[in-house]
Structures are given as structure tokens and as C-alpha cells.
């Protein structure tokens, strides 16, 4: 989702929103600074909370922020400007996600089996950029990515109810 976030914004700024190919550029940036504070962040207060419960934190901001910019979307104007710094804002609490997913998970398997289970990661981490890639390239091509955030919010709930599982599922484990 991250790689897609970068990939898409400056076009969607561009094409969407009206703005130039600089301020775009420009405006896309704060993505990575906004990600950048997330993972410090993250990495600073990670071992005061529960990594279930901040992931599942993260992933309900990132729901929460993406209701607001399809309302915004569809129920305001569709070229507002305040989309440019909403999307970016997203970078906070979608950084935290991939390295708090695999602290949790690589903590759970022996160690023999890190070095299998951390290629595991790299190539399902590389197949995930691959699909998006694709999924953005036919985004493009229908000219459907005003509904974007619709798209994006839908795999983020997608995801949210998967994890949601899987840590049901991983507490149930080690509780027996």
C-alpha cells in the first residue's frame, strides 16, 4: 500500500487537483516526511504498547483519515485543495505497519526458521509491490483514479479484518 501511496499521489495531484507538476512533486513529499516521523515515532514508544493493538490503531487512523477524503471526494468539490495535505497525513500511521506486522510475526517462530520466514516477507513484500503496480497501471489506463481513496479505503478494511483474525487467532494460540 505504501509503494502505492508514492507511485500514484503526484499524478493524482496533477491530474485531480489541478495543481503543477512541481507543487505535485512537491505536495508528494510530505508522504515520505510524514512516513519518516511515523517510523520514528514507532520506533521510540513501540515497546510501550501491545504491537496488536498499535497495529490495529494504525489501520483505524488510516480508515478514519480515508472517510474523510472520500466525503471530502464526493460530497465537496472535487478539485478541494485540502486533499493535498490530507493524503500525506496517511504516512504516519501507514509507515508503522509493514515493520510492526513482521516484529510480530518473526517473533513468533523459531529461530531456526528466521532466515526462511524473513525471505518469506521479501518476496510476498515484492509480489504486494508487483500487484500494485499492476492495479495502478489499470487505474491509470480506465482513468478511475478519482476513486482512489474509495479503492484504497476497501483494502485497508480488507486488511484491517484480516489482521483483526490473525491476531484472534495468535492470542487463542499462545493463551493454551
Same mark, same amino acid.
Given at each position: @500500500?505504501? &509503494?502505492?501511496?508514492?507511485?500514484?499521489?503526484?499524478?493524482?495531484? /496533477?491530474?485531480?487537483?489541478?495543481?503543477? $507538476?512541481?507543487?505535485?512533486? &512537491?505536495?508528494?513529499?510530505?508522504? !515520505?516526511?510524514?512516513?519518516?516521523?511515523?517510523?520514528? %515515532?514507532?520506533?521510540?514508544?513501540? +515497546?510501550?504498547? $501491545? *504491537? #496488536?493493538?498499535?497495529? =490495529? *490503531?494504525?489501520?483505524?487512523?488510516?480508515?478514519?483519515?480515508? =472517510?474523510?477524503? !472520500?466525503?471530502? &471526494?464526493?460530497?465537496?468539490?472535487?478539485?478541494? /485543495?485540502?486533499?493535498?495535505?490530507?493524503?500525506? %497525513?496517511?504516512?504516519?500511521?501507514? #509507515?508503522?505497519?509493514?515493520?510492526?506486522?513482521?516484529? /510480530? @510475526?518473526?517473533? +513468533?517462530?523459531?529461530?531456526?526458521? !528466521?532466515?526462511?520466514?524473513?525471505?518469506?516477507?521479501?518476496?510476498?513484500?515484492?509480489?504486494?509491490? #508487483? %500487484?500494485? $503496480?499492476?492495479?495502478?497501471?489499470?487505474?491509470?489506463?480506465? +482513468? *478511475?483514479?478519482?476513486?482512489?481513496?474509495?479503492?484504497?479505503?476497501?483494502?485497508?478494511?480488507?486488511?484491517?479484518? =484480516?489482521?483483526?483474525?490473525?491476531?484472534? *487467532?495468535?492470542?487463542?494460540?499462545?493463551? /493454551?
Amino acid at each position: @500500500m505504501e &509503494q502505492s501511496f508514492n507511485s500514484w499521489l503526484p499524478s493524482f495531484y /496533477k491530474n485531480h487537483l489541478k495543481v503543477n $507538476s512541481f507543487f505535485a512533486l &512537491q505536495a508528494s513529499s510530505f508522504l !515520505a516526511l510524514f512516513s519518516y516521523i511515523g517510523r520514528t %515515532v514507532t520506533a521510540n514508544i513501540i +515497546q510501550r504498547f $501491545s *504491537l #496488536s493493538k498499535y497495529y =490495529i *490503531l494504525c489501520l483505524s487512523l488510516i480508515i478514519f483519515v480515508l =472517510i474523510i477524503i !472520500a466525503g471530502i &471526494q464526493f460530497l465537496d468539490a472535487d478539485n478541494s /485543495k485540502i486533499l493535498l495535505y490530507l493524503f500525506p %497525513v496517511i504516512g504516519l500511521f501507514l #509507515s508503522p505497519l509493514y515493520p510492526v506486522i513482521n516484529s /510480530k @510475526m518473526i517473533a +513468533q517462530i523459531d529461530k531456526t526458521k !528466521a532466515n526462511l520466514f524473513t525471505s518469506l516477507i521479501v518476496i510476498f513484500s515484492s509480489l504486494g509491490s #508487483s %500487484v500494485s $503496480s499492476i492495479i495502478m497501471s489499470i487505474l491509470f489506463g480506465n +482513468q *478511475l483514479l478519482s476513486f482512489y481513496s474509495v479503492y484504497i479505503l476497501f483494502a485497508v478494511i480488507v486488511l484491517f479484518t =484480516i489482521s483483526l483474525i490473525y491476531f484472534k *487467532l495468535t492470542d487463542k494460540t499462545f493463551r /493454551k
